[in-house]
């Protein structure tokens, strides 16, 4: 066993923890701001952690494109369906507001009802 077979199993290893963790966080957290936290970061960072170990397991193979495609993908995407459920969380009032320490999105009009429909 080489130094690359440790560091590949030690990068899935931790990104599997990770991605369990987060699971369970979605499954036992109360609120949705909570839930939408743990489906996206712990989760991102765990898929690029296995994606990581799976490109150098890979390595040399033409695999490894579609490996950082995926990762790519999931880095442009995930912060923007955050963005957007937190967005609606807000304007359903699904939010604990002795969470917010200061509500931006008061100051722009959005009260939490659809004014456009």
Same mark, same amino acid.
């Given at each position: 066993m080489?130094?690359? $077979?440790?560091?590949?199993a030690?990068?899935?290893? !931790?990104?599997?923890?990770l +991605? *369990? &963790?987060a +699971?369970? %966080?979605?499954?036992?957290f109360?609120? =949705?701001?909570s839930r939408?936290?743990? +489906?996206?970061?712990? #989760?991102?960072? %765990?898929l ?5 170990g +799976?490109a150098?397991?890979l390595r /040399?193979? &033409? $695999?490894?494109?579609m490996?950082i495609? &995926? %990762?790519?993908f &999931?880095?442009?995407? !995930?912060?923007?369906? !955050?963005?957007r459920?937190? #967005?609606? !969380?807000y304007?359903? #009032?699904?939010?604990?507001e002795? *969470?917010l =320490?200061r $509500?931006?999105?008061?100051?722009f %009009?959005?009260? /939490?009802t $659809?004014?456009?429909?």
């Open positions: 080489n130094i690359l $077979d440790i560091v590949t030690v990068l899935i290893l !931790a990104g599997s923890t +991605a *369990l &963790t +699971a369970i %966080g979605v499954v036992r109360g609120d =949705t701001m939408m936290h743990s +489906a996206t970061k712990p #989760q991102v960072l %765990g690029l952690l296995v994606l990581a +799976a150098i397991r /040399g193979h &033409t $695999d490894i494109g490996v495609l &995926t %990762g790519m &999931t880095l442009i995407t !995930a912060p923007v369906i !955050a963005n459920v937190g #967005q609606l !969380a304007r359903e #009032q699904r939010n604990r002795n *969470l =320490t $509500d931006e999105m008061a100051e %009009g959005e009260t /939490g $659809d004014d456009q429909n």
